[in-house]
């Protein structure tokens, strides 16, 4: 079955470390891939998207992501975190050509001030 | 509207009362969705709309479930019956046509059987 693997589920760092969440996907076909991302309080928003073309995407507030399609990932990355990132981040996956979108379980992270 | 709108933000209800969420999608989407989100998890996918047609409503968990959505407009998610396994947030999501292409949620609706 397809489905979408986020290892870390929690994850607290201090203001100005660097940030990578693991996002792993189960399906063999072409896939777009999403990052959201729910700020305490709010709403799913996007943050960056892959649908082709250049495997590095930059996103939102100097978010970035990489896809490396031999090993089915899609990482999200920030060298420099703030304490307004302090969220819940969702990975997704759309197999091409489908309406499915398959989320992860999420990561919440926490930074401190 | 501008965005993805969804009403009550919160329901509160006694076990054994039907409740209906409600889902306003953005103008000119035809795909909508709906998801679930118990505490501590990921989203649980429920049904798919394309248009007022549900091709996909493998996730509905059980027959106190149902959805409808009026053309390509408005839709209704109603549990019946409510049990206490049945609290979570509930999160609609609309797109213009479903295929390669984001998703955009709307506040979700939250949803605690007491």
């Known amino acids: 079955a397809q489905s979408v693997s986020q290892h870390n589920h929690h994850v607290i760092l201090s203001e100005a470390a660097s940030l990578e969440l693991g996002c792993n996907y189960s399906y063999g076909g072409t896939v777009n891939l999403f990052w959201y991302v729910q700020y305490p309080g709010q709403h799913l928003q996007l943050l960056l998207k892959?649908?082709?073309?250049?495997?590095l995407v930059k996103g939102i507030k100097g978010f970035e992501a990489e896809f490396i399609k031999s090993k089915f990932s899609f990482n999200l990355r920030k060298p420099s975190v703030q304490w307004s990132d302090t969220a819940e981040y969702f990975c997704a996956v759309n197999p091409a050509g489908t309406y499915k979108y398959i989320f992860g379980t999420g990561t919440r992270l926490k930074v401190l001030a | 509207g501008a965005g993805v709108s969804q009403s009550p933000s919160n329901k509160v209800t006694e076990k054994g009362k039907d409740v209906e969420l409600r889902c306003d999608p953005i103008?000119?989407?035809?795909?909508l969705y709906w998801y679930r989100q118990r505490l501590g998890q990921g989203l649980e996918f429920l049904i798919y709309f394309q248009g007022n047609s549900a091709p996909d409503k493998s996730g509905l968990p059980s027959d106190r479930f149902s959805a409808e959505r009026t053309g390509e407009s408005v839709s209704t998610l109603t549990i019946q019956r409510t049990q206490q396994e049945d609290s979570a947030v509930y999160l609609c999501?609309?797109?213009?046509?479903?295929?390669?292409?984001?998703?955009?949620f709307g506040q979700g609706t939250r949803l605690t059987v007491v």
């Open positions: 999501a609309s797109s213009p046509d479903g295929i390669d292409t984001e998703a955009f």
């Open positions: 892959y649908f082709s073309g250049d495997p």
């Open positions: 103008s000119g989407h035809t795909a």
